[in-house]
């Protein structure tokens, strides 16, 4: 069975400080893959990143980094210098081969709130 | 290049009618996703579509949900007859293959009075 586990209900900062929002997964495929999803207060949901299992190498892009540890399976998000524009609910999301197909699901997603 | 197109954007229902929901996904794409969104809660996978096939459709409620894909391009998903629990917002996906990224419509917001 495939699992995506966002501890994290709701994180509240300040503009500029640096967050972190943590997803944990399970899964018994060596193949899989790991997505990170914005949905800001407009309800669409925005593609971030995706990762391969065979791939750890951590990934920079502007302000946002991921950290892929298969060890801990477990792919967190960094945020720095959090901005207003953050504020959004972001999910973590797995697809994973079980039964020949790759089924893409989500967890519960961490609100993030930046305040000015 | 066009994203995925979903409608109605909104709708409002009596319990015990029916609804449809119609989605058109990015040209090309052959995995299709329907999802259920409830207030607060994460993305719930109702029923995914592989071309023609449905490939996992075990979190779908059969009894009241049937969702289609014709020629593996458009999708219709309806509910029959609706409950007040299925308010929520259905998302409408598409990515190139499996375990590609997946890009996501704008939903459509159900409300069941």
């Known amino acids: 069975a495939q699992k995506v586990t966002q501890a994290q209900t709701e994180i509240s900062v300040v503009e500029k400080e640096d967050v972190t929002l943590d997803c944990v997964y399970e899964?018994?495929?060596?193949?899989?893959?790991l997505f990170w999803y914005k949905q800001p207060p407009s309800g669409e949901l925005v593609f971030l990143i995706r990762?391969?299992?065979?791939?750890?190498q951590n990934e920079i892009s502007g302000r946002y980094s991921w950290n892929f540890q298969k060890s801990t399976s477990s792919f967190n998000f960094t945020i720095t210098a959090s901005q207003v524009v953050d504020s959004a609910v972001y999910f973590c999301?797995?697809?994973?081969?079980?039964?020949?197909?790759?089924?893409?699901?989500f967890g519960a997603g961490t609100r993030l709130a930046v305040h000015p | 290049e066009a994203g995925v197109a979903q409608s109605p954007r909104y709708k409002i229902i009596e319990k015990r009618q029916s609804v449809a929901f119609w989605c058109n996904p990015i040209?090309?794409?052959?995995?299709l996703y329907w999802y259920q969104q409830i207030l607060g809660q994460g993305p719930k996978l109702l029923i995914q579509f592989q071309n023609n096939g449905v490939v996992d459709d075990s979190q779908l409620p059969k009894d009241r949900f049937s969702a289609e894909r014709l020629k593996g391009v458009d999708s219709t998903l309806k509910i029959q007859p609706a409950k007040l629990e299925d308010s929520a917002v259905y998302l409408c996906a598409s990515s190139e293959d499996r375990g590609t990224e997946a890009f996501f419509g704008q939903g459509t917001r159900l409300t069941v009075v």
């Open positions: 040209s090309g794409h052959a995995t």
């Open positions: 990762r391969n299992s065979f791939d750890e």
């Open positions: 999301a797995l697809s994973g081969f079980s039964g020949g197909y790759n089924k893409l699901i």
């Open positions: 899964t018994r495929d060596t193949t899989y893959y």
